[in-house]
């Protein structure tokens, strides 16, 4: 065998890369379930606030809410490291506050 002097420090340099990509993904796919998590919240706040006949301004991302038939249906988009995330949440408009 020829000389292996260093074999080591590339060894540890490959698997310190492989981890640093492993927990950048564990990273990524958990700030995916968070934003997630924030937009069916933010979702059903806003579907909520329209049925009430209240305003609402979301945290952060975008909401778009339709009346349909009596019902208030918002979805709302958020930003995440994977990208964006929607959620869709659907109350009962209660009684005719709102023009639609």
């Known amino acids: 065998m020829a000389d292996d002097e260093g074999a080591v420090t590339v060894e540890a340099a490959f698997a310190l890369t492989a981890i640093i990509v492993v927990v950048g993904i564990?990273?990524?796919g958990i700030?995916?379930?968070v934003a997630s998590l924030v937009a069916t919240d933010v979702a059903a706040a806003a579907a909520r606030?329209?049925?009430i006949g209240v305003d609402y301004s979301p945290p952060?991302?975008?909401v778009e809410v339709t009346d349909a038939g009596g019902l208030a249906t918002?979805?709302?988009t958020i930003p995440s490291p994977l990208g964006e995330i929607s959620s869709t949440a659907v109350f009962t408009v209660e009684g005719h506050n709102r023009a639609g």
């Open 60 to 62: 952060r991302g975008t």
């Open 74 to 76: 918002a979805t709302a």
């Open 49 to 51: 606030a329209y049925a």
């Open 31 to 33: 700030g995916a379930l």
């Open 26 to 28: 564990i990273v990524a």
